[in-house]
């Protein structure tokens, strides 16, 4: 039997995944909704990154899976980031209990972004950064969070917030809008100056890195959308969740649309 292969070859992104840690026992685990959207509406494969422990940090092969690589997609979830461990990945001791037991941090998911951008950055190739993704970027980038928004506006908590009272997929509704930059990448992508995105996040932006550009703001200031000024190619993130009504929401269609594209054109590339 002779096996056919198609001759479209898809762009392979890489995926963040977080550490979970169940019974004594350490996962990493990543929701299926963000490898759905990329298949099936941006059209690339998914290859998982696994979390990493700090004496993994200066591992070679963790450079040798992003070249491989022709996009990253840093992912959303519910744990605080850590700016310190992000600025230093490699200078913490390995992963124990108190990394991700309370729920609260993910140390080895914040040493596996910090390992993620920086590579991605230097090859030059697509980055979609999701919610928690989008606050990586800016850290990554010098830039700095508000470790709770409830602490910095109240109203502000209220709109950003995750609504527990609704059921898991009506959580992920529209929650408030945002205003586009006419002037930046993710207009061109949108084709609107205002949209409705949903919200469900505890930390935000407080002052954003030099390196990044605004792409889009809440009615409350927060900054909902960041591009890398300079870029080669797409590289950007959002504080919504576009993987998750992807199938019926324009915006998210048109962002990964976009994010897919740009994946494809850089795999082009290094095949010439």
């Not at 992104?13 to 026992?25: A, C, E, F, I, K």
């Amino acid at each position: 039997m002779t096996l056919q292969r198609s001759d479209k070859v898809r762009a392979v992104v890489g995926v963040t995944s977080n550490r979970l840690l169940v019974d004594g026992v350490h996962r990493d685990w990543l929701r299926r909704k963000y490898v759905k959207a990329l298949l099936h509406h941006a059209g690339v494969a998914c290859v998982i990154l696994p979390t990493i422990d700090a004496e993994d940090a200066r591992v070679e092969v963790a450079r040798a899976i992003m070249g491989s690589l022709d996009g990253l997609v840093l992912t959303g979830d519910e744990s605080n980031i850590d700016p310190a461990v992000m600025k230093a990945p490699a200078s913490y001791p390995g992963a124990d209990q108190q990394d991700v037991e309370d729920g609260l941090r993910d140390r080895p998911r914040d040493r596996l972004s910090a390992v993620a951008i920086g590579r991605a950055i230097a090859l030059g190739m697509p980055i979609l950064g999701i919610c928690r993704g989008l606050q990586e970027l800016n850290v990554h980038f010098g830039g700095t969070l508000h470790p709770s928004l409830a602490e910095w506006r109240l109203g502000s908590a209220l709109m950003h917030a995750e609504k527990p009272d609704r059921p898991r997929d009506r959580q992920y509704d529209a929650a408030h809008s945002v205003r586009i930059c006419s002037d930046g990448g993710l207009f061109p992508i949108a084709r609107v100056i205002e949209a409705q995105v949903n919200s469900l996040h505890n930390q935000g932006i407080k002052a954003l890195a030099t390196a990044l550009k605004p792409e889009a703001w809440a009615p409350d200031g927060l900054v909902e959308a960041a591009s890398v000024i300079g870029a080669p190619t797409l590289q950007i993130g959002v504080q919504w969740h576009p993987e998750w009504h992807v199938s019926t929401d324009l915006l998210s269609k048109r962002l990964f649309t976009a994010f897919g594209e740009a994946c494809v054109a850089y795999c082009q590339t290094k095949k010439h």
